[in-house]
């Protein structure tokens, strides 16, 4: 019985011990499963929050990604709107003219609103191919040599007249000394002070708007500002000036115009030349735009003016504008271009000044007319169909053709401009033609009314009326051998004969007859002889004219 | 003591240039030739026809050539191929009543000096002449009244 009951308690207590063993491991699952179970929770928790995350961060992208698209849309309607506003009058405008017999202030008047808003067009597609050059990374910039006061001389000839125009004061205020030239893109730069002066005159509505340089010897920086008494604006309203496609306020952009590109790209610009542009706006007092350049720092120190004397040329120059001088000058042209309204403008500027010109299409036309025929200049427009400029000059320097060649472009870059004169090109004009230089270019190359021509020979001119005369002498003993060859169909004695007078009548002055003997010598080759029969009639009347003219 | 000899020849510093016109038309080579005498200090020669011009050349060995393309028998142009076979740098200048661009083309991818279209314009002589002076140094050809 006790063995029984030991046996039973010892059953029991290895029971005991494994309830134990089991609770304990139970405990220890427990224990273990609630820290999976926590960790999972955490894991899931940080999950939640990264979501959270990359939704705000897609949403801010899809918010900006809209608002940028929404920006272009204005952009895009905003630049409508800029295009088609000054078209509208420059169209309007000319249609009025068409129409309308009222009296002469009229139509001065709309000439005048026709000019205007043709050249704003013209800065606002600038503005544009600037901006697409930009955003397509095509914008290459020059590295020239400015002289100073040219560069004042000119940024006072551009904005002194929109000043004037608004009963404004414009100041330019050099504090010396400056560097006498600046290294740099001229025609950027001077964008960028066009703008701010343009910004600061548009609005100001009365008072002075200066410009202020000054140079930082020690750094070599050199500081434009731009001051002017106009609208003060707030920090915010300075922030989103530079932003492009936004005005200060879209109020003003209704008011006051423009195309809210121009403080984009003049920081785009600005740092391209490796400077920067900063605004500084005070209540009541107006803003400050001021354009910070540095000039490089390694190499000499540039040279400094030092006296109000140095800046002559700036001061000397003429801000009036004034209408184009037309020279007086004698020659002939050929005005190589394929636009025909170009043609007609050009030919009118040409004709004008009293050169004689001729018009080549392509610069196929140009070649074969400009080996043909005597000029004194060709015009060569670089973008034609069929032949280029380019290709045509070099294809007339090779041929011994010796007078100037003037180039018409667009594309006036650095690297432009070399590639036509390795090609053989005097000079460059650029698109679209600016009428004073297209005359002062012109009158470089030209002979001036009552200037001796270039050939005085006399006796050459002997010579050739020596030899003028003999020819006609022997023309009517031709015109009889070529009318008896005629006569007797004997084909090669004609052509020979023709062959002969097309080769001699044109040198002494009877191009017709050359022309003629030429048009009879292509029927002949294509034995086409009847046509030859009807042509030679001709040919023995022009002759027979030509005899009876006393030269 | 120097002596000097009064009817010694003063030493010519400048040298003729030797000029061969080839053209089958009596009055072009004429015109051309009078004028050539008239702007430079050349001795002028004159070729009829395509055939003998190229033997012409080798006796004549010219330092400047003008040929006229349209000649009956043998054109210009397979003249101008024979000269270049034989002398690669000379300077030769091509006539013709025509220009079209091919065969402008042509004839400067066969290396000439320049390309004259009749009527002959006294201002084009000159230039293709300068041109030669200029790339020859000949300083002296043209002249000055």
């Known amino acids: 019985m006790k063995a029984l009951v030991d046996a039973l308690d010892r059953r029991l207590d290895i029971e005991r011990a494994r309830r134990g063993e089991a609770e304990r491991l139970l405990r220890l699952k427990t224990e273990e499963l609630l820290r999976k179970n926590e960790q999972l929770e955490a894991l899931a928790a940080r999950q939640e929050d990264l979501i959270k995350q990359r939704t705000s961060e897609l949403q801010a992208a899809r918010d900006e990604a809209i608002a940028a698209s929404t920006a272009k849309s204005a952009f895009l309607a905003n630049?409508?709107?800029?295009?088609?506003?000054?078209?509208?009058?420059?169209?309007?405008f000319a249609e009025l003219l068409l129409e309308h017999e009222s009296g002469t202030v009229d139509r001065l008047d709309s000439v005048r609103t026709i000019i205007r808003n043709g050249r704003h067009l013209l800065e606002v597609i600038s503005d544009i191919l600037d901006l697409a050059k930009i955003e397509t990374q095509h914008l290459d910039l020059e590295q020239i040599d400015v002289p100073m006061p040219v560069l004042l001389r000119d940024i006072s000839a551009l904005v002194s007249g929109r000043a004037a125009e608004r009963s404004l004061a414009f100041v330019v205020q050099p504090h010396?000394?400056?560097?006498?030239?600046?290294?740099?893109?001229?025609?950027?730069?001077?964008?960028?002070?066009?703008?701010?002066?343009?910004?600061?005159?548009?609005?100001?509505?009365?008072?002075?708007?200066?410009?202020?340089?000054?140079?930082?010897?020690?750094?070599?920086?050199?500081?434009?500002?731009?001051?002017?008494?106009?609208?003060?604006?707030?920090?915010?309203?300075?922030?989103?000036?530079?932003?492009?496609?936004?005005?200060?306020?879209?109020?003003?952009?209704?008011?006051?115009?423009?195309?809210?590109?121009?403080?984009?790209?003049?920081?785009?610009?600005?740092?391209?030349?490796?400077?920067?542009?900063?605004?500084?706006?005070?209540?009541?007092?107006?803003?400050?735009?001021?354009?910070?350049?540095?000039?490089?720092?390694?190499?000499?120190?540039?040279?400094?003016?030092?006296?109000?004397?140095?800046?002559?040329?700036?001061?000397?120059?003429?801000?009036?504008?004034?209408?184009?001088?037309?020279?007086?000058?004698?020659?002939?042209?050929?005005?190589?271009?394929?636009?025909?309204?170009?043609?007609?403008?050009?030919?009118?500027?040409?004709?004008?000044?009293?050169?004689?010109?001729?018009?080549?299409?392509?610069?196929?036309e140009a070649v074969e007319l400009a080996m043909k025929r005597d000029f004194d200049l060709v015009l060569m427009d670089i973008q034609m169909p069929v032949m280029d400029g380019v290709a045509?000059?070099?294809?007339?320097?090779?041929?011994?053709?010796?007078?100037?060649?003037?180039?018409?472009?667009?594309?006036?870059?650095?690297?432009d401009v070399q590639r036509y004169r390795d090609a053989g090109c005097n000079g460059v004009l650029a698109k679209p033609i600016d009428r004073d230089q297209f005359y002062q270019m012109i009158a470089t190359h030209v002979a001036g009314a009552g200037c001796v021509p270039a050939l005085d020979d006399s006796g050459y001119q002997q010579e050739m009326a020596a030899l003028t005369a003999q020819f006609r002498a022997g023309l009517p003993a031709q015109i009889d051998a070529i009318r008896a060859a005629l006569r007797h169909s004997d084909w090669p004695a004609l052509k020979s004969l023709i062959h002969t007078l097309k080769g001699t009548a044109g040198s002494y002055g009877y191009g017709r007859l050359t022309d003629l003997a030429a048009e009879v010598d292509a029927e002949l080759a294509a034995a086409r002889h009847?046509?030859?029969?009807?042509?030679?009639?001709?040919?023995?009347?022009?002759?027979?004219?030509?005899?009876?003219k006393v030269s | 003591m120097s002596t000097l000899d009064d009817t010694a020849p003063v030493a010519a510093e400048t040298t003729v240039r030797k000029v061969l016109v080839v053209d089958d038309t009596f009055a072009s080579r004429q015109l051309l030739t009078r004028m050539l005498h008239q702007f430079a200090r050349v001795d002028v020669r004159e070729a009829r026809d395509g055939l003998t011009a190229f033997d012409q050349f080798c006796a004549i060995q010219p330092d400047i050539t003008f040929l006229d393309i349209d000649m009956p028998h043998k054109s210009g142009i397979d003249v101008l191929k024979e000269i270049r076979a034989a002398a690669p740098q000379s300077y030769v200048v091509m006539v013709s009543a025509a220009a079209s661009l091919e065969t402008v083309q042509s004839t400067l991818e066969l290396n000439v000096g320049g390309f004259v279209v009749k009527p002959y314009s006294a201002r084009r002589i000159l230039d293709v002449l300068t041109k030669y002076a200029r790339e020859t140094g000949a300083s002296d050809l043209l002249r000055e009244d």
């Open chain 1, 176 to 364: 010396l000394p400056l560097p006498s030239t600046l290294c740099t893109d001229p025609v950027r730069l001077k964008q960028i002070l066009l703008n701010f002066c343009s910004n600061a005159i548009k609005f100001t509505r009365h008072g002075s708007v200066t410009l202020e340089l000054r140079y930082a010897p020690q750094e070599r920086v050199m500081m434009f500002t731009v001051s002017d008494a106009g609208l003060d604006m707030t920090a915010e309203q300075m922030a989103r000036l530079f932003q492009p496609f936004v005005q200060a306020d879209l109020s003003t952009t209704r008011k006051f115009g423009g195309t809210g590109l121009g403080l984009y790209l003049s920081r785009q610009f600005a740092d391209r030349l490796g400077g920067r542009i900063s605004v500084d706006s005070e209540a009541g007092k107006g803003s400050r735009f001021s354009l910070e350049l540095p000039l490089p720092l390694d190499g000499a120190a540039p040279e400094l003016l030092t006296m109000e004397g140095d800046l002559i040329d700036y001061a000397r120059a003429d801000f009036a504008i004034t209408s184009t001088a037309v020279p007086e000058l004698h020659g002939r042209v050929l005005l190589a271009e394929d636009g025909p309204d170009n043609q007609r403008l050009l030919s009118a500027y040409l004709k004008q000044a009293g050169l004689s010109v001729t018009v080549a299409s392509d610069g196929r």
């Open chain 1, 392 to 415: 045509a000059t070099t294809m007339l320097r090779a041929a011994g053709f010796a007078q100037p060649i003037v180039a018409l472009t667009a594309n006036v870059m650095k690297a």
């Open chain 1, 79 to 92: 630049m409508s709107h800029e295009i088609r506003t000054p078209l509208t009058s420059i169209i309007g």
């Open chain 1, 530 to 548: 009847g046509r030859v029969a009807i042509l030679c009639e001709g040919l023995l009347l022009e002759g027979h004219t030509a005899l009876k």
